[in-house]
Nanobody, 124 residues
Framework: QVQLVESGGGLVQPGGSLRLSCAAS????????MGWFRQAPGKDREFVAS????????AYADSVKGRFTISRDNAKNTVYLQMASLKPEDTAVYYC?????????????????WGQGTQVTVSS
């Protein structure tokens, strides 16, 4: 059974930074692509960022490009999302997910395992 556990969420002021982590077990995720999604209150879950198996290719939503950075440490079976210049509209529950595809994809229905989510709140 694959388990993904996110951590690192919290309350941060606008303009601040946070780093989310996603630790995987039950699957050697170093062989596969990983992604981050988020869901704000009253909205659908949306793609944030993804990374291919090696970390050499990444993809970002336009809304976070230049502010967020996805990375991975395959030795630790962990994926990260470094978030900077945070805005109130970044407030959401952030989920990590894994896919059997090896490249960086955006399609939510192609991710087969999901974490429980971690809350990020950007507010003064």
């Amino acid at each position: 059974q694959v388990q993904l556990v996110e951590s690192g969420g919290g309350l941060v002021q606008p303009g601040g930074s946070l780093r989310l982590s996603c630790a995987a077990s039950g699957r050697t995720v170093s062989n596969y692509g990983m992604g981050w999604f988020r869901q704000a209150p009253g909205k659908d879950r949306e793609f944030v960022a993804s990374i291919n198996w090696s970390g050499g290719t990444t993809a970002y939503a336009d809304s976070v490009k230049g502010r967020f950075t996805i990375s991975r440490d395959n030795a630790k079976n962990t994926v990260y999302l470094q978030m900077a210049s945070l805005k109130p509209e970044d407030t959401a529950v952030y989920y990590c997910a894994t896919t059997l595809f090896t490249w960086a994809i955006r399609e939510e229905d192609q991710f087969d395992y999901w974490g429980q989510g971690t809350q990020v709140t950007v507010s003064s």
